[in-house]
C-alpha cells in the first residue's frame, strides 16, 4: 500500500506518519513510498493511537512570537563569515565606518560580500569592540532563521482549499563525471518548447520541462555544493531528488556525499543509472554497490528505490525516467501544494550582475505568486522592486506562480545562493525594519580586543571573481575542504563580474592572488597587471582551479615525502627490448604492481638500476594493479638492462605522514 493512501485513510499527512511510526515500533524510513500491506493493516489498527499522537503534536506547534527586545551584548559573537552590512549591524555602527575601517586595513569590499572572523576581530580591535567567534553549532544568522520560519509556516498552511498542486521542483545529484549536466541539457532540448532566448537567461540556474503536459522544474546549479549552501541556510528548495551514478564507474564518493545531503533533506528520489551505452557498463554491478555502500535496494530486487537506466547522451531511457518522477509526483502530491492567492515566498537560485540590467536573480517561487511592481524583501531588508520578470525561456511575464523559475529585475544588490525572497505586497517588512533601526540605540559599544592566531599556519590569500554567485559558492566551499594544519586558504574578497583595477588594488594592498572562474580580463587591466606584477589567473572548470591552489598551497610549505613499498615481481620472460624501455612478463611475488610506480631493478641482492611502470596488463587488458602470486605485463621505462630471473621492486613516493592502508592484502 502507498504511503499516501495510508496516510489519507488515517486523516494526516504522510510526513506527519512517517515521523510517527518509529514511536510506534513501526520503522518504514524517512524515504519510504509503499508499505508492506501486512505491517499497512497492522498501522491502520493502530489509527486511534496514531490519530492521538500527531494531534498533540499540531498542538504544541505554536508559531514563534517575537523576541523580546534586550539590551546591547557586553560580547560581540561572529561566525565563521560574515556580511560586512550584517558586521555593522551586529556592532550597531554605520556601515560606512565599517568600510572605512576595512579600507585602513588594505581590504576593499562592498556591503554585501563576507569578511572573516580573524579580520572581524581585527577591525573590531581598532573599533575598541572586543569580537569572538561563535562555535560551529553557534553560527546561525537571526535574520536567515526568521526568513526560515516565515517560509515553513507559509509551506505549512492548513487551509486545504486554498492549496493546489504544483508541478515538482527537482534537483540532480551524483559524481562530477557521472552525467548530470549531460541529462539537464538532454531534458531541456527534448522536453521544453521552441523559441527559447539566450541573452540574459544565459544563467537563469533552473528551467521547466513538459512531460505527458505536465511541467517539472529542474535547478540546474553548478554542483551538489552549491545545493548544499542553499540546504546550509535551511531553503529546502526541491520536492524530488535524481540520484545520478555512471553504471561504468559505480558509487564514487561524491555519490555518497550527494545521498547524505538527499537523505538529510528527507527528499523522495529516484537513481538514474546512466552511461548504459558506455563499455564497461555494469547495471547489475551498479546496483549491487548501491546496496553495499549505500543500503539503497532497488525495487527490482525486492527494495523501495526506483533505479533507472539511462542514456543521457543518446538520450535512451530519459523520458522514462520522467514518467517515474511524475509517478513520485502523484504519490506525494498532498505534500507537493501551495497556495498561489497570497504574497510570494522562495528561494534565490542564481544571482549575478549583468552590466546593461543589473543585478539579476533567478528564485523558485515556493509559494504564492509574484507579480511586477511587488516589493522585494530579502531578511526584512527591501532589495527593490520587480522591474520585470522572465520565465525560463526568456519571455517576459507579468506574474511567477509557485514552482516556476522567474529571473527578477529591479534589485538594488544581488542576493545570495540561498537567501529567502518575498514579494511584500503591503511593504510591512521594509515598515517593520525602518521602525526598528528609529529606535535603536547610536551608543557604541567599547571592549577590549583579545585575537589568538596559530604562528604555524600560513595563510594563501584569494581574491575570488565569479560570474554568478552560485558558482562563488561552489569555489568557496570547495577551498574551504582542502585547507591544511600548515596552509590555509583566506578569501580577502569575493565579488561578481570581470577583473577590475580594483580587484588588482585589493591584491597589492592584502598580498593575494586574484581568482577569476568563468571572467575575463580586460585588455587595460591587462596592461595594469604586468604594471604592478599582480598574479590573476582564470579558471572555467573548477577542479582545475582546486588543483592550482593546492599547488600554490605546496610553494608556501613544501611538503615533506616519504618511501612507500608496494611489492616485488619476479622477472619471467623478457619481451621486447628497446632503446630508453623494456616489455616483460612476470609474477608479483608480494604485495602488488601498480601502474605509475617507481621500480628498483634487483640482481644479486643489488640494485643495478631505477625506472618507472608506465603501463601494466593482466590477461591483455590494462589493469591498474595485479595482486599477489597473479601473472602480469609491465612496460619499464629505464636503462634497458633487465634479465629474467632478476627481481623488480615496485615503490611510490606519498606525503610524509600519509597513511596509506594495504587494501591489497587479502
Not at 506 to 511: C, G, L, T, V, Y
Request: glycine share 8%.
Amino acid at each position: 500500500m502507498n504511503v499516501t493512501e495510508l496516510a489519507r485513510r488515517l486523516n494526516v499527512t504522510p510526513q506527519e506518519l512517517r515521523d510517527i511510526l518509529p514511536q510506534l515500533g513501526f520503522d518504514i524510513g524517512q524515504k519510504a513510498i509503499k508499505v508492506d500491506n501486512n505491517i499497512a493493516q497492522k498501522i491502520l489498527e493502530e489509527g486511534s493511537k496514531i490519530k492521538e499522537k500527531i494531534d498533540k503534536q499540531r498542538q504544541t506547534q505554536i508559531l514563534p512570537t517575537e523576541a523580546p527586545k534586550t539590551e546591547a551584548p557586553k560580547t560581540i559573537k561572529v561566525p565563521t563569515f560574515i556580511r560586512v552590512r550584517d558586521f555593522a549591524s551586529l556592532i550597531r555602527l554605520p556601515v560606512n565606518k565599517v568600510l572605512i575601517q576595512l579600507m585602513q586595513n588594505g581590504i576593499f569590499t562592498s556591503i554585501n560580500e563576507k569578511i572573516d572572523a580573524d579580520t572581524a576581530s581585527i577591525i573590531g580591535s581598532d573599533l575598541g569592540i572586543e569580537i569572538k567567534q561563535q562555535k560551529e553549532s553557534q553560527e546561525t544568522e537571526p535574520e536567515q532563521n526568521e526568513d526560515e520560519q516565515k517560509l515553513a509556516d507559509s509551506l505549512k498552511a492548513k487551509d486545504g482549499e486554498t492549496l493546489q498542486e504544483k508541478p515538482p521542483i527537482i534537483v540532480v545529484m551524483g559524481h562530477v563525471d557521472h552525467g548530470k549536466t549531460k541529462l539537464l541539457d538532454t531534458i531541456r532540448k527534448k522536453n521544453t518548447l521552441k523559441g527559447e532566448a539566450g541573452g540574459i537567461t544565459q544563467h537563469i540556474g533552473a528551467y521547466q520541462a513538459i512531460r505527458n503536459n505536465k511541467p517539472i522544474t529542474f535547478i540546474d546549479t553548478p554542483g551538489h555544493e552549491a545545493f548544499t549552501a542553499m540546504r546550509g541556510r535551511g531553503a529546502k528548495v526541491a520536492d524530488i531528488a535524481i540520484l545520478i551514478v555512471a553504471a561504468n564507474d559505480g558509487v564514487k564518493p561524491q555519490t555518497v556525499e550527494a545521498y547524505k545531503i538527499i537523505e538529510s533533506a528527507r527528499l523522495p528520489f529516484v537513481v538514474a543509472i546512466n552511461k548504459i551505452d558506455k563499455e564497461g557498463a555494469d547495471i547489475e554491478k551498479t546496483k549491487q554497490e548501491l546496496v553495499n555502500k549505500l543500503g539503497i535496494s532497488p525495487e527490482e530486487w525486492g527494495g523501495k528505490t526506483i533505479c533507472t537506466p539511462i542514456s543521457a547522451i543518446n538520450g535512451e531511457g530519459v523520458q522514462e525516467l520522467l514518467d517515474m518522477i511524475l509517478l513520485l509526483t502523484e504519490t506525494g502530491k498532498q505534500e507537493i501544494k501551495a497556495n498561489p492567492n497570497t504574497a510570494a515566498i522562495g528561494t534565490i537560485v542564481e544571482s549575478h550582475i549583468d552590466k546593461s540590467a543589473g543585478p539579476i536573480a533567478t528564485a523558485i517561487i515556493q509559494n504564492g505568486t509574484l507579480r511586477v511592481n511587488n516589493p522585494i524583501v530579502i531578511k526584512n531588508k527591501k532589495y527593490g522592486k520587480v522591474r520585470a520578470i522572465y520565465n525560463h525561456k526568456g519571455e517576459l511575464i507579468k506574474e511567477a506562480t509557485p514552482s516556476m523559475p522567474a529571473q527578477i529585475l529591479g534589485l538594488k544588490i544581488a542576493p545570495e545562493v540561498g537567501d529567502i525572497i518575498q514579494g511584500d505586497n503591503g511593504g510591512q517588512a521594509g515598515k517593520k525594519m525602518a521602525k526598528i533601526e528609529k529606535k535603536r540605540p547610536q551608543k557604541e559599544v567599547v571592549y577590549s580586543q583579545t585575537n589568538t592566531e596559530n604562528e604555524d599556519t600560513k595563510n594563501l590569500n584569494l581574491i575570488i571573481k565569479s560570474d554568478v554567485y552560485g558558482s562563488a559558492e561552489a569555489v568557496e566551499e570547495a577551498l574551504e575542504k582542502i585547507n591544511t594544519d600548515k596552509v590555509k586558504v583566506k578569501i580577502i574578497s569575493k565579488g561578481l563580474g570581470n577583473i577590475m583595477d580594483g580587484d588588482i588594488k585589493k591584491a597589492e594592498a592584502a598580498d593575494a592572488e586574484i581568482i577569476g572562474f568563468n571572467v575575463k580580463v580586460p585588455p587595460h587591466i591587462e596592461q595594469l597587471q604586468r604594471e604592478r606584477g599582480a598574479k590573476i589567473h582564470i579558471f572555467s572548470i573548477i577542479y582545475e582551479l582546486i588543483d592550482y591552489v593546492k599547488k600554490e598551497m605546496q610553494q608556501i610549505t613544501p611538503q615533506e615525502y616519504e618511501r612507500k613499498d608496494l611489492g616485488k615481481l619476479k622477472v619471467l620472460a623478457v619481451f621486447r627490448t628497446n632503446k630508453n624501455n623494456q616489455i616483460i612478463g612476470g609474477r608479483v611475488l608480494e604485495g602488488v604492481a601498480k601502474r605509475d610506480a617507481e621500480i628498483e631493478v634487483i640482481r644479486d641482492k643489488e640494485i643495478v638500476a631505477n625506472g618507472k611502470l608506465t603501463q601494466l596488463q593482466a590477461g591483455k587488458e590494462d589493469v591498474t594493479t595485479v595482486e599477489e602470486n597473479q601473472e602480469c605485463g609491465i612496460q619499464y621505462d629505464g636503462k634497458p638492462i633487465i634479465q629474467e630471473g632478476d627481481t623488480l621492486q615496485f615503490y611510490e613516493e606519498v606525503e610524509k605522514g600519509e597513511k596509506t592502508p594495504n587494501k591489497f592484502k587479502k
